[in-house]
């Protein structure tokens, strides 16, 4: 059974937003196999060759023979064999994301448990879990941001997605918005044996703040940001141009310019101040 009603949705605490651990986990060693089989097959003639300069024989026959300067190209050949070995999983992963979205494209709801919505979600989030994983690994800037991208996630230009967990689905993220550390953006909730599915919408020049996490349906308008430590309602809307916080979102904040905000911090330190001195005063007036 399925339905859109958000209002059977209530709860006054946040829930869980993984997803249980299914046979089609096994996903996960597929792609493994996948990359290792790549990058083997890309790189027989380079262990053929080193092998051929070690015993004087061919793994291969019909191979070249090696050349002695091929060793220097040993270090090169590992880290290349890194990065293969992870863009060859993106790019699998990518086409068996994009055949489960064809066989059924992720809706917006509530599902019960054994759902067709609740088992293609658990699928598409182990399909996109070691790519995502891994671009993270790489000593590259920016590589996840490339991964989400693939995968169908509307990440806008000069975003900046720092550590920090984002659904790959139904997740939509505005030019010049930044993600802080120890995040967590879901567009999907799992209640008991219930789960919410709704799409998130981050607008541009957001800033979202570390230690926080962002609830299915909510939306950001564009400026806003999330204060650290926060989290949102489900189908909750942040105005722009303003600062949210609260466990869950309850207060808001005017943002304030440098200039502003050190005539603030002097204004404070003045009243400080004179606070102390009055006290030294009738401190000092008491004791004569």
Known sequence: METT???QFKIEYISTSGVFKTPFTLII???FIVGCLIIILINLWFYNDLYYLLTGKKIIPFLLIGQWWEWFLLPLNIYGNLLLFAFSIILFSAVIFKILNKLHPPEEGIFERGSKEWKYTHRRFW???FPIWLARSLPLP???IFVYRFLGVHIGRNVVAYEGYIDPELIEIGDFTMTSLNICIFS???YQDRIF???VKIGKACIVGPHTIISPGTVLQDGAILGVNSYTWINQVLEGDLIHVGIPVSMTLPIQSVE???KKAEKIKSES???TNLDNKSKGGGSN
């Open 273 to 275: 101040l004179e606070e």
């Open 260 to 262: 502003q905000s050190q």
């Open 188 to 190: 999907h909730l799992i």
């Open 197 to 199: 599915i709704k799409k």
């Open 127 to 129: 399909t996109a879990y």
């Open 142 to 144: 920016w590589s996840d």
């Open 5 to 7: 009603d958000d209002s």
């Open 29 to 31: 060693l597929l792609q």
